[in-house]
């Protein structure tokens, strides 16, 4: 049982939800868009939001700015979050139209208004739950298109409330984080999808 819960942290790992996300839209969109503009996408979005920030971390590890991935001390977490609102800032700009794939865009721009807000909580000492955060925002995405797009995607949406589950008990088993930031890192993940919603649903 130990095992399965620090898995969850693993499985669902913030860096993953973008790509999560944008995979999942592609799936089940019933626009037609070209398989090559998917692949480009698909791959952009790996490159930016993995593949950098894993690359990064090294990197920062190497010059002791920060000592683990869990980033466990409140104040390693300025500079990854600094280079995360850097980097989607960035698929903003340039990887989604907001007229193309408004869905998109604005689930971008969401998940840029989370980790400012993460950003912020950490400037006055606050950590949130990073995995909650990421999880939580990609729920309620979800769920928006689901509603958008009139398509019956329960199976996902179980899944994904399941995961959310999942890595609060498993960040509360490692002891990574309180409840209380647990219950933040959720809020901080879902208000800006919600506030998105009304440029797109």
Known sequence: MDRF????AYVL???????????IYFYITPRYID???????LLAIFIITFLIPVVTYFLLKNIGLIQTSQLEDVRERKFPLMIQCLLILLVVKMVFDPYDTPEMYY???GILFSSISALILVLFKIKVSLHQMGVAG???????LSIHFQINMLIWIGLLLFGNGWVASSRLSTYSH???ELVLGFFVGVVPQLLMLQ???
């Open 5 to 8: 819960l620090r898995l969850g």
């Open 13 to 23: 790992h913030p860096l993953l939800m973008p790509i999560l996300g944008t995979a």
């Open 35 to 41: 398989r090559e503009i998917i692949q480009s996408k």
């Open 107 to 109: 689930f971008y721009v």
């Open 138 to 144: 990609l729920t309620m995405f979800v769920i928006a």
């Open 178 to 180: 309180t409840v209380p």
């Open 199 to 201: 440029f797109w649903l």
